[in-house]
């Protein structure tokens, strides 16, 4: 269970006290998408970093299968890091010397060759593309290849900062069928953080952020399917 029990992150800035969260509360289900809304100053980024082992609350726990994350020491939430958590950013990040298919394998320690590697590209839709350079790809196909190199950690949790936030709104659609098949077909907890308030419906569940607090959650029993 991977759940978030009144976590709350102050900033001392000079002698005011910054509130970035506060008492945070809810429930993350693996097998499911969850979605995180909210105007920008909400708290989006800094809880994302929390639930990614990059940063820690002042107060509350985030308790992930039964482990307190709060309590962890810097080298056991490196390891948590690496073990459990795969990130997907609006800039993708792939070596630009290295081709789609590399790009995965050097992510997941696997040789080129290692057919592992293209079976993370085939699930995203880039059989065609193993052997293109990110300057021969589009936007979406870079995501793509971003999303790829996640998966081929086999991450617990997939954190999503903006996935489509350079991208156009039927490659943003695409991509959010990908995020939606990804939490239905592998036991990842799926994350993304958006300020487009139109995914709402492709959620399973939907976290708005107001202020550092949670506005309100929200269900979908059936996720309005993509494409
Ligand atoms: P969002 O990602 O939704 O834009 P953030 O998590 O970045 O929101 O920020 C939430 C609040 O916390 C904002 O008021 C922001 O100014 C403040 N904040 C974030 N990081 C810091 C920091 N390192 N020092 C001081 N204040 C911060
Ligand atoms: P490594 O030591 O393997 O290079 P890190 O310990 O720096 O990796 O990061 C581990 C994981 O955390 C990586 O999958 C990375 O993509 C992810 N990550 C990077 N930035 C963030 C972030 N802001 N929030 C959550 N996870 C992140």
């Known amino acids: 269970m991977i759940k978030l ?22 429930p993350i289900e693996k097998g499911k998408l969850t979605i995180i809304l909210g105007p920008s100053g909400s ?70 060759n290692d057919h592992r590697a293209e079976e993370y590209l085939a699930k995203v839709g880039l059989k065609q593309r193993l052997n293109n350079f990110p300057s021969q790809m589009s936007g979406g196909e870079m995501q ?25 709104t039927k490659t943003s659609l695409r991509i959010m069928k990908i995020l939606q098949e990804v939490a239905k077909t592998s036991k990842t907890a799926v994350i993304v953080v958006t300020h487009n308030p139109s995914f709402e419906r492709y959620g399973d569940c939907i976290v708005r952020l107001r202020d550092g607090r949670v506005e309100s959650i929200k269900r979908n029993p059936v996720p309005s399917e993509i494409g």
């Open 5 to 26: 029990e009144k976590i709350s992150k102050f900033y001392q800035v000079g002698d005011e006290q910054v509130t970035a969260l506060q008492d945070i509360s809810f």
């Open 43 to 112: 708290g989006k980024s800094t809880l994302l970093n929390i639930l990614g082992g990059m940063d820690q609350s002042t107060a509350g726990k985030f308790l992930f299968e039964g482990e307190n994350v709060t309590q962890f020491d810097d080298h056991q939430l490196t390891d948590y890091r690496r073990k459990v958590v795969g990130f997907v950013s609006q800039f993708y990040n792939l070596v630009p010397s290295l081709t789609a298919l590399e790009n995965v394998a050097i992510a997941a320690r696997l040789t080129a």
């Open 144 to 168: 793509r290849v971003s999303i790829a190199r996640a998966l081929s950690k086999k991450p617990e949790m997939l954190l999503c900062d903006e996935p489509t936030g350079a991208l156009d």
